[in-house]
């Protein structure tokens, strides 16, 4: 589990395809503070790190990941966010996030407002009733407040702290983007679509 708010960027520095599965070297400032089997976030996708050495650690993400997340698009330099996975003793400072993708998005524009930047992502209509004006949402782990929503596209505001601190600032028109959708969103989602069916 984790808040969406992103502790630091990674770096890809390998990547080595088996099969139908892609395993990726990721230098980060955390990767000293890891432990093998530890649960982290990478561009909001929980993968467990399975090695760690000099500074780097491994995480390897299957098939059924890769179609669901922009990750089978990671190219070696790529900066990703890194978050790992927060502790009950503390405040939740972003929301609920679980690392478990739902779909991609595509930037289809980026203003730079002299001092804050907007951006505006298309994604599935199928996703429209997850999707809440002045709600929560992950964009690339990062957790972001939706605004100007229609059944197929949102916008989210970034501040600078965000924007010189994440792999927004690398988000440009046409980029696919992770996205998660609010988890108790879902849940009621999911029991609206229950109470319609029949016994």
Not at 64 to 86: A, D, F, H, P, Y
Not at 140 to 149: A, D, K, M, R
Request: proline share 2%.
């Amino acid at each position: 589990m984790f808040t969406g708010i992103i502790e630091t960027t990674g770096t890809v520095e390998e990547i080595i395809t088996s099969g139908s599965n892609k395993t990726f070297w990721i230098s980060t400032p955390l990767s000293g503070e890891l432990k093998v089997d530890q649960s982290l976030s990478h561009d909001g996708v929980c993968l467990t790190v399975e090695e760690i050495v000099n500074g780097r650690h491994r995480v390897t993400a299957i098939e059924e990941t890769l179609e669901k997340s922009n990750i089978g698009g990671w190219k070696q330099g790529n900066e990703v966010n890194i978050e790992r996975c927060m502790q009950m003793n503390g405040r939740l400072d972003g929301h609920i996030v679980q690392g478990h993708v739902d779909a991609t998005a595509v930037c289809t524009r980026r203003d730079d407002l002299n001092g804050s930047w907007e951006y505006q992502f298309t994604f599935d209509a199928r996703f429209a009733p997850l999707v809440i004006e002045k709600g929560s949402i992950a964009v690339n782990g990062t957790s972001l407040t939706v605004f100007n929503i229609t059944e197929t596209s949102f916008s989210v505001a970034i501040i600078p702290y965000t924007y010189n601190h994440t792999s927004i600032k690398h988000v440009e028109k046409g980029t696919v983007v992770n996205i998660e959708f609010d988890m108790i969103g879902k849940y009621i989602n999911r029991f609206a679509q229950m109470q319609k069916q029949p016994v």
